[in-house]
């Protein structure tokens, strides 16, 4: 190749129309097939400034007030969200992405645009209309409309998805011809220019590329050469590519807030299949999910579910996120849901031929899940001994089979255990001579036949939880003949006897 | 002359409407067994629970129940397999199950409680909450189905009779089928069987009595367990008596500072022995 000659270049041009509108609509499949117009501004002034093709065929048009789209009657309104927006914008780049890593945001009105530059991939995705089929279809499982044009010309590319639908694959040397039928709108011209070609009555980019360049000049000074370049689409452009941190992020606020949870999680679901589908594009998994929600006259609710390994399964995840708000479910009706994941890698457990019987890792994540909806959260899990001297101090710690080192204590010889009555009875006790020699338990009496005792144990005196405790070992039976051996404790901080725990 | 085979096929093809198989004997199913660690019962039990079934140790309270499901819940847990423990009134103590030798890290605990969350029944806006019995066999079905614990204890020790026995007999029948195709042991403790028909083994435990009642500690339990049932014995004989009496064992368990006391002995034993 000689120094003079350029590096053929290919640029795909992305435009997502309406994007107030679709960044919410995407996440709503339930207004889909519905009219929707996204309203923004401060009451009573609100406007019109988005609206699906349902909304148009009623009518709608942008710039309407709330009043004026009331009247139309059967039309969902809703409000712009600049956040639904930002994540939905995140979504959109990361899908993108997946064709190419160099791609320029183009700021449209009231839409979305993205130039990706994609020189060089034919080889990977195929030609031209083939590319602009592919990237098309993973927009749309996005969840986006959008129209796609590639053209040799940056501008070229990006002037007629903006003013087109669907797929236009530009040829090389085809450029003038393909935007000749473009409105002028799509130059960046003052009123006063829009003023001028209308006397002269040029209308389209067509029009203006036949005009010639050296009695534009003397008119329109140095600007128009670049309007005259754009009409004949041969525009220069130095590509500025995006430099965006990849964020797993999901955004959506409602209209009317949610009290249901079966309606929320008809919403999370579509959030976490997204989340799910833009890590996969990264050959990564959900290693954790947070869950933010706004609610009503309330503080923000936060929770967090992290499976016991990074899962990509949307359903095992969406079953996760629906046992963690039935234990956990908002005190009051929702008006924002966050979902931030944390990606981990894709990871596999080696299952051994001769490894001992264990539940699968992401099975028991469900399982212990909805243990804890069930029981309570504090109630599930493996218990750990506590280092002190109090009798029956132990914490409940998060159960898991992964990593689990194998035992390597032998079992011991059986010996006897105590069944603790949580929280002791309180007993009436005799006491003979220092010893207990009777108590009664709610309607039974015992009668103790032997008595062994005390033991006396304190300790954290200098503690909120100090316990003072003198502790007998009694074999005692009841009228009918029914004998228990069981462990009697002295309270001394509260002057209390306790049925504490039998031996079993 | 024909032969006993010939012959014997002809007898039964004369018989195969009435009673197909008549001379030929039943197959019989051995099962896989796990031991429980305590030698009297394993004896009594031809090796140990068997996997896959529904074993049933009932008696009263100070019976031994418990110590004999925290031992064989310390044997499967030594060998790195994973446990479960449905404690209907929270009654485990882990100090016990760690001096057993429970391995407390593969053993999940489910404590139910009287501060549980409400039934998941939508059409009805005055659902209850869970009961502590509700909530246990409600655990235990979600643990067998999803698969994976070695044994599971379904702890109803200290629910009363009639409660246990309200229980219906699908559930453990369903508890039943799932333990076979999990290869789960399923241990129930009760004060009475509650299982019936679906239980493979009925332990009744008796109430101990203490060996050294002179002593200054409470020491050497001493408990008795019969065999009520045994759905899978591999000894069977076709004439059963009347007045048998179902075989019984007598084990006894020390308590920890036994244990501590022997092992000191021990010490003591072998450095006189070395010196």
Redesign the interface.
């Known amino acids: 190749m000689s120094p003079d000659t350029k590096p053929p270049s290919l640029f795909a041009a992305v435009h997502v129309s309406e994007f107030p509108a679709q960044s919410i609509l995407r996440l709503r499949p339930d207004l889909q097939s519905a009219p929707v117009v996204i309203l923004d501004g401060t009451p009573p002034q609100e406007r019109v400034i988005a609206l699906n093709s349902h909304a148009r065929k009623r009518g709608i048009i942008q710039g309407l007030t709330r009043l004026e789209v009331e009247e139309v009657g059967s039309i969902h309104i809703l409000t712009r969200s600049a956040e639904t927006e930002i994540a939905a914008r995140t979504v959109l780049l990361e899908t993108l992405s997946q064709f190419s890593p160099r791609i320029e945001e183009v700021f449209a009105n009231n839409a979305c645009s993205f130039v990706l530059d994609i020189a060089g991939s034919e080889r990977l995705f195929g030609a031209p209309d083939q590319i602009a089929h592919r990237l098309r279809e993973t927009i749309v499982a996005a969840g986006f409309r959008a129209s796609v044009s590639i053209s040799d010309n940056f501008h070229t590319a990006r002037i007629k998805s903006e003013f087109s639908r669907g797929i236009s694959i530009i040829p090389s040397g085809r450029e003038s011809n393909a935007l000749a039928s473009i409105p002028i709108s799509a130059l960046p011209l003052d009123l006063d220019h829009y003023g001028t070609f209308a006397l002269w009555g040029i209308g389209t980019l067509g029009e203006l590329a036949a005009l010639p360049e050296d009695e534009m000049i003397p008119r329109f000074g140095q600007p128009s050469r670049q309007w005259l370049a754009l009409a004949r689409g041969n525009a220069d452009h130095t590509f500025q590519p995006l430099e965006e941190k990849f964020e797993l992020k999901e955004h959506i606020e409602f209209e009317t807030h949610i009290e249901q949870l079966d309606a929320l999680l008809f919403i999370g679901a579509n959030m976490i299949a997204n989340l799910v589908a833009r890590a996969t594009c990264r050959a990564l998994s959900l290693a954790s999910i947070n869950i933010e929600m706004q609610l009503e006259r309330s503080p923000a609710y936060k929770r967090r579910i992290q499976p016991a390994i990074p899962s990509c399964d949307r359903k095992f995840l969406l079953k996760l996120l629906q046992l963690e708000l039935a234990a956990h479910p908002p005190q009051a009706a929702v008006t924002a849901l966050t979902l931030i994941a944390d990606a981990g890698r894709q990871s596999k457990i080696q299952l051994g031929l001769f490894a001992p019987q264990a539940p699968e890792p992401s099975r028991l994540d469900v399982t212990l899940a909805r243990l804890k909806a069930m029981v309570g959260a504090d109630r599930v899990g493996s218990p750990a001994l506590l280092d002190s001297h109090a009798p029956g101090r132990f914490q409940m710690q998060e159960f898991s089979v992964i990593d689990q080192p194998r035992p390597s204590a032998q079992p011991s010889s059986p010996r006897t255990s105590l069944r603790r009555i949580r929280p002791p009875h309180p007993l009436s006790l005799q006491i003979t001579e220092g010893k207990p020699r009777s108590f009664r338990d709610g309607a039974t009496r015992y009668e103790i036949s032997v008595a062994y005792g005390p033991w006396q144990s304190s300790g954290s005196w200098w503690d909120l939880d100090r316990w003072d405790l003198e502790e007998w070992d009694v074999m005692a039976t009841t009228n009918s003949g029914e004998s228990i051996s069981c462990l009697l404790i002295h309270d001394h901080l509260n002057n209390k006897w306790l049925l504490d725990a039998y031996y079993d | 002359m024909p032969s006993s085979v010939a012959l014997r096929q002809q007898i039964e093809t004369a018989f195969q409407h009435r009673y197909p198989s008549v001379l030929t004997p039943s197959p019989k199913t051995i099962r896989e067994v796990v031991p429980?660690?305590?030698i009297r019962v394993d004896e009594l039990l031809n090796g140990g629970i068997p996997v896959g079934t529904i074993t049933e140790l009932t008696g009263?309270?100070?019976?031994?129940?418990?110590?004999?499901a925290?031992?064989a819940i310390?044997?499967r847990?030594?060998?790195?397999?994973?446990c479960a423990w449905i404690d209907a009134k929270?009654?485990?103590?882990?100090?016990?199950?760690?001096?057993?030798?429970?391995?407390?890290?593969?053993?999940?605990?489910?404590?139910?409680?009287d501060?549980?969350?409400p039934r998941?029944d939508?059409s009805r806006k005055d659902a209850q909450p869970?009961t502590r019995l509700d909530?246990a066999l409600?655990?235990t079905d979600?643990?067998l189905q999803?698969?994976?614990?070695?044994t599971i204890v379904l702890d109803l020790?200290?629910e009363s009779i009639e409660h246990g026995r309200r229980i219906p007999l699908a559930t453990w029948f369903r508890y039943r089928q799932a333990a076979d195709r999990t290869?789960c042991s399923l241990i129930v403790l009760g004060k009475a069987p509650f299982a019936q028909s679906s239980a493979a083994v009925v332990l009744e435990c008796h109430?101990?009595t203490?060996s050294s009642?002179s002593?200054?500690?409470?020491r050497n339990?001493n408990y008795k367990v019969q065999r009520r049932r045994e759905r899978f014995s591999p000894v069977t004989s076709p004439i059963t008596s009347i007045d048998r009496k179902p075989p019984s064992s007598d084990w006894t368990?020390?308590?920890?500072w036994?244990?501590v006391k022997r092992a000191s002995s021990e010490h003591r034993a072998t450095a006189e022995h070395r010196a």
Do not use: M, Y
Request: aromatic residues 4%; charged residues 15%.
């Open positions: 429980t660690g305590i009263p309270a100070s019976s031994g129940r418990t110590s004999i925290l031992s310390a044997q847990t030594c060998e790195g397999s994973v929270d009654s485990l103590d882990p100090e016990s199950a760690a001096a057993t030798g429970v391995s407390l890290n593969h053993l999940l605990w489910v404590r139910c409680s501060k549980a969350s998941p939508r869970w909530q409600r655990a979600i643990l999803s698969g994976g614990f070695s020790a200290d290869r109430p101990s203490v009642i002593g200054t500690v409470i339990f368990s020390p308590a920890a036994d244990l």
